[in-house]
């Protein structure tokens, strides 16, 4: 079966300091991948998706990038945190070659800038 | 541009009530429907899907929800609320011009009174 997993799964930093997020999918070859962010009372917010090694889709300007080094592996970074990137960081996967098909969450990572 | 409103952020009920969580779209095509839960902390879980075929779909938990294409509405019901129902739902649609990406709805926060 497919699982997915996220690190860390929570993270206090200061404002100015880097970031990076770590998403990583076990039992499926070629998924789609995406990184969402939710703020309190403000659903769910994508930022990135991936249909491949090295493609990256940027869904909203912002002060994070996203990369993918290997097929199953994603990750969320940024090189200065601003006191707005706080919030729950959620990562999920799709089958590949499914359009429209369910995605599939992390348990998420909750960061905290200070 | 496509859009999901679920109407009332927050929603109480009394353990044994009747569930009803609203959910309408707005879609130039048919979509893919889906409704997520998510507990505190925690990733989102799918709860139920619409594809295409029987308009009344059944999930888990003893959710269920009826895609009605007239009204652009797809609503999550459950007879009878448990306790354990407590958590954010979400209501997401893909439409099929935006491929693998999901469309979320701001949640709603469901409230079981003992």
Redesign the interface.
């Known amino acids: 079966s497919q699982t997915i997993h996220q690190w860390p799964a929570t993270l206090v930093q200061p404002v100015g300091s880097p970031l990076s997020l770590e998403c990583t999918v076990e039992g499926t070859s070629n998924p ?1 991948l995406y990184w969402y962010r939710q703020a309190a ?4 917010q ?1 930022l990135f ?1 991936s ?1 491949g090694i090295g493609q990256i889709s940027s869904e909203v300007p912002q002060n994070l990038s996203a990369s993918r080094p290997q097929d199953r592996q994603f990750i969320l970074s940024s090189k200065k945190l601003l006191l707005s990137d706080s919030g ?1 960081y ?1 990562c ?1 996967w ?1 089958a590949m070659g ?11 990572t ?1 960061l905290t800038v200070l | 541009a496509q859009s999901v409103t679920q109407l009332g ?1 927050h929603v109480s009920v009394s353990e044994g009530a009747l569930v009803l969580l609203r959910c309408n779209y707005s879609s130039s095509v048919p ?2 429907l ?1 409704w ?1 839960v998510q507990y505190p ?6 709860l139920l ?1 619409y ?1 295409t075929g029987a308009t009344l779909v059944k999930g888990i938990n003893g959710f269920e929800a009826e895609f009605k294409k007239s009204e652009t509405s797809f609503h999550l019901t459950k007879p009878s609320a448990h306790m354990s129902d407590a958590a954010e739902y ?1 209501c997401a649609v ?3 011009e ?5 469309v ?4 709603t926060i469901l409230r079981v009174k003992s």
């Open positions: 789609n009372g403000r659903g769910l994508l998706y249909v729950f959620l999920a799709s499914l359009a429209r098909n369910e995605q599939f969450f992390g348990p998420g909750r | 952020s979509p893919y889906f997520y902390n925690q990733g989102l879980q799918l899907k594809t979400f893909t439409p099929m935006y491929g693998n990406k999901l979320f709805g701001a949640g």
